[in-house]
């Protein structure tokens, strides 16, 4: 069951389960690449709607759980909204897990937001978190409660702290995902706004390798809890918009704005215990992942939305 | 404005705020020591309710934040509500103060709670916070939402993460505070019941030795936001237990029940940064506080309760 299933990891990671012939379902508020998603089991409903969350639990061993109804830079305008509308509905979720028993909840949460300003780079799952954002807080709270709730219920869990994925299925609706929105932009001959100059660095990761650590999430039987899936790139925005460029053999009109005190100058995820533990690591290139995207929007797979 | 002014720790703090001279405002939904409050501006009102907080804090300086509604164990029974009543409404606190400008937030959190099992003892303010209480992950998490608010909107805060303390006011109404339990049962001849055999250890501390670190908190310049106050001394609980009936001259019928997970085995607070930042340190022996608190006990306060 993957809560959020209609969006971009979401889509991508119910293909997988769908291709391997496990039974599938999603849940959320729209799935647009349905198309794409033959034989998915859509609940739609309301994270916030705890009748809608409970019918769609039973029968699945595993919980994804990939919604969140705020980014980075909009849960700072309203604190408290994210909270209630984020870490209230998945602490309910927990309840109702350990009220079915039996279940793993895989949760996706934010490597490149919870350790706030790193010190330490590429930055390990120890390091202190200080989130500079409410996104960021509700993601830390979130995976607190898992553990919280293993400790008194027993509840099964895995938490997979993501730096900035693309890939195919990322169109740029929320403000999120920097490489869908340049080759959005870049087709469309459209001008692209970012914040600041181009020097801030991320840890940029294809979906694919994405979903593959998902599937391992979903079987691993260490005694580890949170694992940071990362490339251990850093790479500047600057360095992506002329990845982008080149690739696309055009010139995207990116205009720089103030920068946010909210983006830290460099976020980069050491993924050592991935590696160790659930014998995970990327396959993918950068430069591979960014021409398999295009070639996704080339398809005209993004104008199948419905 | 002492917020939950009217409990155990409010009660010894507003006491110290009145006698400075200061201008001290409580609120919260009970008053039972306001005959030993003279001069105090009362404002009754549920924590909950946005229109009584925002009502209570014009014209004060310093907001102490001292309430929650649980303690460890009930707010496991029901996260989600622990979440709902407690940090939605800090969080909404934090908004006001924002709003109003010009304001420095004491937040009491709990250095007993926070940590969960410590590897390190005394724990330093640097360690892993593991919680196994749904009450630490409420304190953690409003702790991250005050760093969030001054780094986004410059608010003023400081946090003071507590042991166990105990003394004058404290009165087992909630099921917390083992030493006035204790002293209550001893007086009535009643028995008294703890979790597990009696090995735990805890960081006692006298109250006065808090109010201190409050004031220390609410004057201080320096970097630091975070502070452990503690003795630094452990204590188990079967030791606590022959302290108060040596120092009362009559035993107690202790009667042990199940040990409770939630209970760590030994939680010890290194409170390094407190003395070197704040110049704080206990002044109190335990039994000279012990002393002191059944004296409290004998001079009849416990019962002006009103």
Same mark, same amino acid.
């Given at each position: 069951m993957v809560l959020g299933g209609g969006g971009f990891l979401g !889509? /991508?990671?119910?293909?997988? @389960?769908?291709a391997r012939g496990l039974r599938t379902g999603a849940f959320g508020l729209r799935c647009p690449f349905r198309a794409d998603l033959p034989g998915l089991a859509w609940h739609a409903g309301d994270f916030r709607d705890p009748a809608a969350l409970a019918a769609a639990l039973p029968g699945y061993e595993i919980v994804f759980h990939l919604i969140h109804t705020t980014v980075p830079f909009s849960a700072n305008l309203d604190a408290g909204r994210d909270l209630t509308e984020n870490v209230a509905p998945s602490l309910r979720l927990l309840d109702l897990c350990r009220d079915l028993g039996g279940r793993r909840v895989v949760f996706i949460s934010s490597g490149g937001t919870v350790y706030g300003a790193a010190t330490q780079l590429p930055t390990p799952e120890s390091a202190p978190t200080n989130p500079l954002t409410a996104y960021a807080v509700s993601k830390l709270t979130i995976e607190k409660y898992l553990a919280l709730y293993e400790n008194l219920h027993g @509840?099964?869990?895995?938490?997979?702290?993501?730096? /900035?994925?693309?890939?195919?299925?990322?169109?740029?609706?929320?403000?999120?995902?920097?490489?869908? +929105?340049?080759?959005s932009s870049a087709r469309k001959g459209e001008p692209m706004t970012i914040w600041g100059d181009g020097s801030v660095v991320r840890d940029y990761i294809f979906v694919d390798d994405v979903v593959d650590a998902m599937e391992a999430a979903m079987a691993d039987a260490s005694g580890e809890r949170v694992f940071n899936i990362g490339s251990g790139q850093g790479r500047s925005l600057r360095e992506v918009i002329d990845s982008v460029e080149r690739l696309m053999g055009r010139r995207i009109d990116v205009r720089m704005t103030a920068a946010r005190p909210?983006?830290?100058?460099?976020?980069?995820?050491?993924? +050592?215990? +991935?590696?160790? !533990?659930?014998? *995970?690591?990327?396959?993918?290139?950068?430069?591979?992942?960014?021409?398999? !995207?295009?070639?996704? *929007?080339?398809?005209?797979? +993004?104008?199948? !939305?419905?």
């Open positions: !889509t /991508n990671l119910s293909r997988r @389960l769908l @509840l099964d869990y895995r938490v997979l702290r993501l730096p /900035n994925p693309f890939g195919p299925y990322q169109v740029p609706t929320k403000g999120q995902g920097v490489i869908g +929105a340049l080759i909210l983006d830290v100058p460099k976020s980069v995820l050491d993924a +050592a215990r +991935a590696e160790k !533990t659930l014998g *995970w690591r990327p396959k993918t290139g950068f430069e591979d992942g960014v021409r398999r !995207t295009i070639a996704w *929007w080339d398809s005209g797979a +993004a104008e199948r !939305t419905r």
